[in-house]
């Protein structure tokens, strides 16, 4: 599903966000991305919807060489992607249901199906009854359920998510993670990037480690050190 060979990514000043990394991540896996500050996880992540380009190596999303997409095909790459972040990013002059629909109005949904779609995802992330309200008006948890929700609607085969629980109390967060584990069992690939060493350590899935920019580790139920 996702395959970096050889990749290098160096931002301006010359820091080696990423150097040679390479990985080979499978349909429906779930993988951590651990490392220190600065180590490079939220690049990794940024390569593949081609938020960044590498100067080296080739990245494969869905069997398609990203590298050779030209500009106007991005938009269909990340369609099949869906990005959640440490801090939600939701429109604040819009309710829950008009957060959730936006995604799908912007490629092009048909009305009907954003009515039965919405609806159905604000259910599976448990917020049915908040349809209606504006995110300020929710804890941090429901305000990243409605980012899940928002990222899933459209049911992309890939979930990427930086560092979702990384505002979050424990207990918020470990009802985030059986949400995306949740996500993960419909056979989404999922890809986290995370300082939670309890949520790695309970979880128990590939670990991938970075160190500076360098893969130090790739470990099959892993943990986080
Ligand atoms: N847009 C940018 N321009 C210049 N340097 C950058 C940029 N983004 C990241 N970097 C640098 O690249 C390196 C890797 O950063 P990255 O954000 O990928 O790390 P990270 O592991 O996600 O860190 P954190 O855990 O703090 O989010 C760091 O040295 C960082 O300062």
């Known amino acids: 599903m996702i395959k970096?060979?050889?990749?290098?990514?160096?931002?301006?000043?010359?820091?080696?966000?990423?150097?040679?990394?390479?990985?080979?991540i499978n349909k429906g896996e779930f993988v951590f991305l651990v490392g220190a500050s600065?180590?490079?996880?939220?690049?990794?992540?940024r390569l593949l919807?081609?938020?960044?380009?590498?100067?080296?190596?080739?990245?494969?999303?869905?069997?398609?060489d990203i590298g050779q997409l030209s500009s106007w095909k991005v938009p269909y790459l990340r369609r099949n992607i869906g990005c959640v972040f440490q801090d939600f990013k939701l429109l604040m002059n819009k309710t829950v249901a008009e957060n959730v629909a936006f995604a799908l109005e912007v490629?092009?949904?048909?009305?009907?199906v954003v009515r039965t779609q919405?609806?159905?995802i604000l259910e599976l992330v448990g917020l049915k009854n908040k349809m209606g309200r504006y995110p300020h008006e929710l804890s941090g948890g429901e305000q990243q359920r409605v980012s899940i929700a928002r990222a899933f609607v459209n049911r992309p085969l890939i979930l990427l998510a930086d560092e979702p629980t990384g505002n979050l109390d424990?207990?918020?967060?470990?009802?985030?993670?059986?949400?995306?584990?949740?996500i993960n069992r419909t056979g989404t690939t999922v890809v986290m990037?995370?300082?939670?060493?309890?949520?790695?350590?309970?979880?128990?899935?590939?670990?991938?480690?970075?160190?500076r920019g360098n893969i130090v580790r790739d470990q099959s139920r892993g943990v986080y050190e």
């Not at 919807?49 to 398609?64: F, L, M, Q, R």
């Open 193 to 211: 990037a995370t300082h939670d060493r309890g949520i790695v350590d309970t979880m128990r899935r590939r670990v991938i480690e970075l160190d």
């Open 118 to 120: 919405v609806p159905a």
């Open 4 to 24: 970096l060979e050889n990749v290098t990514k160096t931002y301006k000043g010359d820091v080696v966000a990423l150097r040679k990394a390479s990985a080979d």
């Open 49 to 64: 919807n081609k938020e960044e380009v590498p100067e080296e190596g080739h990245i494969y999303v869905a069997g398609k």
């Open 170 to 182: 424990p207990t918020t967060s470990v009802g985030i993670m059986r949400l995306l584990d949740r």
């Open 38 to 45: 600065g180590s490079g996880k939220s690049t990794f992540i």
């Open 107 to 112: 490629i092009g949904r048909p009305r009907h």
